[in-house]
């Protein structure tokens, strides 16, 4: 175990994925994320499922939309609010640490 | 190893009806979700109510966890009795929805694992036989950012062997990240996840970038945003001060007459990249307080002087 950490991996910044590898990073079916895209949760460029070119935050987003589902039973319309509340209070917080942080200085 | 209450834990009475318990758990998985709660601690929370739930809403494990009794309290040190399961078969329970590899020991003891289902499961979401992908998170320092670094990383798996038993695994990794990366992108490692079966290519590993909140420098996207606090005379006046930037310190010019919240841009002094991002310095006014008499006196003077209102927009 320990010796595995001598060799430095190198990694690669992901920009957009591809529908297969977006199905695979978060082991989801196709299928699955196809719905996703129909409801407006992730938003590909390009026309035709086999060149939908996904940012890379999509990785994010599907993978929290299928914990939703999986875990909570939350199906597509709730996962869509729920995704469009979390980052709105995703922001809010990095405002209240930055305000937090004017106030202590 | 200690006694579990799955009552206690879903916050239920023994005597809780089915729709009860699945109630009681709906309502706590919402709110202890990782993915809604971030408070720490939350996850594990939401694992143990996966747990109770797992073993209280299947009638057959409910009724064989109720026969160990009631006498027993949480955490009270436990050793199962040889034939407490007697007559029992969780076969059809299911291990449905949850992880079980992060159920308890305590869990493991009473009801076993479901490995090899556990297993199965996860692949039919994978395609052929390519290893799976992983994902883990990783935070590193805004500095980070700029020069690259090569960062130590520890991954717990679940790994298959040949007789397709699983296991957790913990592996460390060094790992170069490269220069000009911004928050919430992922670097892929290639074939550093699941190996594949057979003749198939290993999974990749995602690792998701978060900045450490150090309390000086925030990012949004490739722009960093500093709070620099200046004096009130430095305000009015302006002239040049010290700021502190991830790639060292700078001199900074402020216009005369600054006011607070206004931003100055340090082109290209963001993360770097193409284009690179812009560093801005937010101004920050600081008002001194009047220590000593003098100190008093110079504000007497001030706002003899001066004939200065801040309120008189808001005409009062």
């Not at chain 1, 869509?80 to 930055?98: C, F, G, P, Q």
């Not at chain 2, 027993?72 to 009795?81: K, L, N, S």
């Not at chain 2, 790639?247 to 690179?276: D, F, S, W």
Request: with cysteine.
């Amino acid at each position: 175990m320990a010796k595995r950490t001598a060799k430095v991996v190198s990694g690669e910044i992901v920009e957009v994925v591809s529908l297969a590898e977006l199905c695979r990073s978060c082991g989801v079916r196709a299928e699955w994320v196809v719905e996703l895209v129909e409801e407006g949760i992730l938003e590909p460029e390009g026309t035709a499922p086999a060149r939908w070119r996904f940012s890379a935050i999509s990785i994010t987003r599907a993978r929290t939309a299928w914990h939703l589902q999986r875990d909570l039973g939350v199906n597509k319309a709730g996962i869509a609010v729920a995704l469009n509340l979390m980052d709105e209070r995703e922001a809010l917080h990095h405002l209240v640490r930055r305000l937090k942080h004017l106030s202590s200085g | 190893m200690d006694f579990k209450d799955y009552y206690e834990t879903l916050g239920l009475e023994r005597t809780a009806t089915q729709d009860e318990v699945k109630r009681a758990y709906r309502k706590l998985a919402r709110k202890l979700h990782p993915d809604v709660n971030k408070e720490p601690g939350a996850e594990d929370k939401f694992k143990e109510a996966g747990e109770a739930y797992e073993v209280l809403k299947d009638p057959e494990k409910r009724t064989a966890y109720d026969q160990l009794g009631a006498n027993w309290q949480a955490g009270q040190d436990f050793q199962a009795p040889p034939d407490w399961n007697e007559g029992f078969e969780f076969s059809g329970g299911g291990y449905t929805e949850a992880n079980e590899a992060d159920f308890s020991d305590f869990f493991e003891t009473l009801f076993g694992r479901a490995r090899a289902a556990g297993a199965s499961r996860q692949s039919s979401h994978s395609f052929h036989a390519h290893g799976q992908d992983h994902y883990a998170k990783i935070t590193i320092d805004v500095r980070d950012a700029y020069e690259g670094a090569t960062r130590t990383i520890s991954l717990q798996a679940p790994e298959v062997d040949k007789a397709g038993h699983v296991t957790l695994k913990t592996r460390s990794l060094r790992v170069s990240i490269p220069k000009g990366i911004t928050e919430g992108k992922h670097i892929r490692l290639a074939g550093q996840g699941t190996p594949g079966i057979g003749q198939g290519r290993p999974g990749d590993l995602y690792l998701e970038i978060a900045f450490h909140d150090n309390g000086q420098f925030t990012a949004e996207g490739r722009d960093i945003y500093l709070d620099l606090p200046i004096a009130p005379w430095e305000a009015a006046m302006g002239g040049k001060v010290k700021a502190p930037t991830p790639t060292g310190v700078v001199e900074l010019k402020i216009p005369q007459n600054a006011h607070a919240g206004q931003k100055l841009r340090l082109k290209g002094r963001g993360i770097p990249g193409k284009p690179a991002g812009n560093l801005y310095a937010v101004l920050q006014i600081t008002v001194p307080p009047a220590k000593t008499d003098d100190d008093r006196k110079l504000y007497e003077q001030m706002a003899q002087q001066m004939k200065f209102d801040p309120r008189a927009k808001l005409g009062v």
